[in-house]
């Protein structure tokens, strides 16, 4: 009686069958849904295009946070490669989806370099059309235009360093309207960064690639981002590893030398742990905390507040 008074209880049987396939469906729309958008920086062509290939054509990954936890604040992203490739995984996407962790907007630059067939100036342009663009379409974005930051990793850290020396106000006749906004950011997030060109320990991969291999020494210094620091360079936010081989962390401790030097405000965290290309550096003891750091960095000078 008891056996057939459970029977009775039970709701409707699912098959295996069923549920996999339920399941499959489930796995393939979260899936989707966390797929980040893929858009075009230059839709009529980018300046100094060598061809239409895939390559020619730089894009902006998008990652946007979930509604509800979106604060208004944006980072632009510029992974690392030396100007020679770009490490989109652990310098790109997992870094998008941290940010996106507290609310903010991640936009990936997939920026051309050397192989692709580009030197200087296309990565910068690149990168400052990717602040502009993100600046134009902030209201679509639900970004705030005044919280607009750049963030870069190595290699990127330099393309990041430009950008936040290299800056116009935009330009107010332009035919294009994201060409109208503004390409300062309005914060620095610099990675193990390579800053310095022409010197004993510069990167000379990053600058051969970027510059090539026998450059105007005018050029080598004006791309040498600790010579180009002024009062208007945003705040800045570094960090670095004494064991990093690969860029000296003599580049971030120039760079935030430079910045103090002209007032402008900065927190620079050397940790001792770690090669060189950590990204999140999630199993490295004390140096896995550079990631909260950065959150209570920006979380300290406000750039985290809700957008009215």
């Known amino acids: 009686m008891l ?10 049987v699912v098959s295996l069958a069923t549920l996999s396939w339920f399941l499959l469906v489930l796995t393939v729309c ?13 839709p009529h062509g980018a300046p100094g295009a060598k061809g239409n290939s895939p390559a020619d054509k730089p894009t902006l990954i998008l990652y946007l946070p979930q ?20 490490a989109m995984d652990h310098e790109g996407h997992q870094i998008a989806q941290w940010l996106n962790s507290f609310g903010v907007a991640g936009f990936i630059v997939d920026y051309r370099h050397r192989n692709k067939g580009y030197g200087h100036p296309a990565p910068l342009e690149d990168a400052q059309r990717a602040i502009r663009t993100v600046r134009a379409r902030a209201a679509e974005w639900k970004v705030d235009p005044a919280r607009i930051g750049i963030m870069g990793f190595s290699a990127g850290g330099h393309l990041a360093s430009s950008a936040g020396t290299h800056f116009d106000d935009g330009q107010p006749d332009a035919a294009d309207p994201i060409q109208r906004a503004s390409c300062r950011p309005d914060f620095l997030i610099l990675c193990y960064p390579v800053i310095a060109f022409g010197e004993p320990y510069t990167h000379r991969g990053s600058q051969d690639n970027l510059l090539g291999k026998n450059a105007d020494p005018a050029l080598i210094r004006k791309m040498s981002s600790e010579k180009q620091v ?13 064991e ?7 580049n971030s401790i120039a760079f935030y030398r430079a910045l103090h030097a002209a007032g402008v405000p900065a927190e620079m965290h050397l940790y001792e742990r770690g090669p060189h290309g950590v990204g999140l550096a999630a199993k490295i003891p004390c140096t ?7 959150e209570e960095w920006l979380r300290g000078r406000g750039l985290l507040g809700v957008v009215k």
């Open 230 to 242: 002024t009062k208007r360079t945003p705040p800045t936010f570094l960090f670095h590893t004494d």
């Open 288 to 294: 896995c905390n550079w990631p909260k750091q950065c």
């Open 244 to 250: 990093d081989k690969g860029v000296s962390p003599e």
């Open 67 to 86: 509604p509800e936890k979106a604060n208004g604040c944006a980072v632009v992203i510029c992974p690392g490669g030396g100007y020679g490739f770009l």
């Open 30 to 42: 979260v899936a989707k849904a966390a797929e980040p958008r893929v858009e075009l920086l230059w």
């Open 3 to 12: 056996v057939a008074d459970r029977r009775r209880r039970r709701g409707p």
